[in-house]
Each structure stands twice: as C-alpha cells, then as structure tokens.
C-alpha cells in the first residue's frame, strides 16, 4: 500500500522562509509531485520531482531522497497569497495512480 | 479555453436522489480521474479511464457509476444520493507516457445532499 504523511498546519511569516516536510510509504514510486490548493480552488501544479535532489522554480523549490522516503517544499520570501494547502502525492503503486497526501495548511502571517 | 471543465459547480439535492456530474478536458490528454475532497480536504482516488477504458477503480460503492464516451469526456454518475456523499468532486487529466503524469484538475463540484 502507500503511506503519505506531512503536517497538517503551519504558520510563518511575510517574507520568511517556510519547509513542508512529507515522508512517505510506497510499494513503487514513479515520482513526487507538490500541489498547491487555494481555499474553493483546484489544486495545481507547484513541482515534480522523479530523482534525488533539489529541484528550483523561483521562489519555490522541491526536494526529493528516494532512499529516506522523504521530500520538502521550500517557499521562500513569502507573500500572503501564498497561504494555502500544500499537497504531497506520489505517483506509483501496482496500478500507476497519483496518491495525495493529507496536506499541509500553510498560514503567513503579516 | 478552460482546459478540464465540470459542470455544474455546485449541486445540492435530497438524500436518495440520483445525479451526475460531467467533465471535458480539452488537452488532448489520454487519461482522465475523478476525485473525491471530504471536508477535511483529503484528496482520494475514485476512478481512472486510459482512453475510455477503467483502469483504477478504488473501494467505491457501486452507486458511482463513471462513463467515458470518449477520451475527451469522463461523466460520474451517483445513485441513490446519501448524506456522506457530500464533498468536493475534482475531475483531472493527464496525458501517460510523458514520464511526468502531471494531473491538470477541473475546478470542481461541490455536492451537498441534504
């Protein structure tokens, strides 16, 4: 089966720099792929990552051990509209399907 | 040029009705899902279609009845409607092969049955 756990609330501040951690469970891994989801919105598309390593896009980077079973989000000099849900979901399995993690709600404060 | 639609947005009804809930995506994609939101904003699999064949069928009861016409097209039809049906339905897309199953999501419909 397949395991997704990241922490369900955290809070930061304007201009900070914020990690989301998510470790996971999979009996395949075909990647790791981070969604952001606006409150009343659809998630979209923040990062993928398929190797080990850091992944950067702008003010948003991704991280990914395949070995530890571990992945970050990283969002640096926050903005308010960056408060939303982060979600983790790993692409694998016996079946190839796209499993979300609970996601994490992330606040900024100003 | 939207490019997953689902309609309609919103859709309340009484406990025991049947409805249904369509999706059109217009990416030329060859794989299409549906996704159930509890309130709690868990995002589970439902079903998956590969150019019209069902390829995922998570435990879902057999009131949910997916039909894909074509690859463009994934309708989901709920029977004998109950209260825990309430949640936010997402329908999503993707194109398999690419080596990056990237889901691009319809904006979703939120189902109350009351």
């Known amino acids: 089966g397949q395991n997704i756990d990241q922490p369900t609330e955290m809070t930061a501040t304007e201009g900070a720099i914020v990690q989301i951690n998510c470790t996971y469970q999979t009996s395949g891994f075909n990647g790791l792929f981070w969604y952001q989801q606006h409150a009343g919105e659809a998630p979209t598309f923040l990062s993928y990552n398929v190797l080990d390593g850091l992944e950067e896009k702008g003010r948003f980077s991704s991280f990914l051990s395949r070995s530890k079973g571990y992945s970050y989000l990283l969002l640096k000099e926050l903005q308010m509209k960056d408060s939303a849900s982060y979600l983790c979901a790993v692409y694998g399995g016996a079946t190839n399907k796209l499993i979300f993690g609970t996601g994490t709600l992330l606040a900024v404060q100003p | 040029d939207t490019a997953v639609s689902q309609t309609p947005k919103y859709l309340v009804t009484q406990m025991g009705n049947d409805k249904s809930i369509k999706c059109e995506q217009n990416l030329g994609h060859d794989t299409m899902y549906w996704y159930k939101q509890d309130s709690k904003k868990f995002l589970k699999i439902m079903f998956s279609?590969?150019?019209?064949?069902?390829?995922i069928n998570e435990t879902v009861p057999n009131r949910f009845s997916p039909k894909s016409p074509d690859k463009a097209h994934l309708n989901l039809h709920i029977n004998s409607l109950e209260l825990g049906d309430s949640a936010v339905y997402f329908c999503?897309?993707?194109?398999?092969?690419?080596?990056?199953?990237?889901?691009?999501f319809g904006s979703g419909t939120q189902l109350s049955v009351l």
């Open positions: 999503a897309s993707s194109s398999t092969g690419t080596g990056e199953e990237k889901l691009f």
């Open positions: 279609y590969n150019n019209k064949e069902l390829i």
